[in-house]
């Protein structure tokens, strides 16, 4: 996934998680984890996926580890 519809709703920001942080997996690379500038970030409240090179991606927790291994 590249790019992605972010959450926009500034309330939402407090719950906002990591899934993939500063790397990439892909079907073309055989879902394997590459290094990348990019993160995956996820709003569960209004279920938004997004990547972006932001550096707010610091301040924010990574995602439960049963989330994205699903």
Sequence with gaps: MSG?????D???RAVWQV???MQNRSA????RVTP???SEV????CR??????ASYVRTLPDA?????RS
């Design 4 to 8: 992605g519809a972010a959450c926009v």
């Design 19 to 21: 899934t993939h942080r």
């Design 28 to 31: 073309f690379n055989g879902n």
């Design 64 to 68: 439960p580890a049963e989330w994205w």
């Design 48 to 53: 938004r996926l997004w990547r972006t090179r």
């Design 42 to 45: 996820r709003c569960p409240l």
């Design 36 to 38: 990348s500038a990019w």
């Design 10 to 12: 500034k309330s939402h």
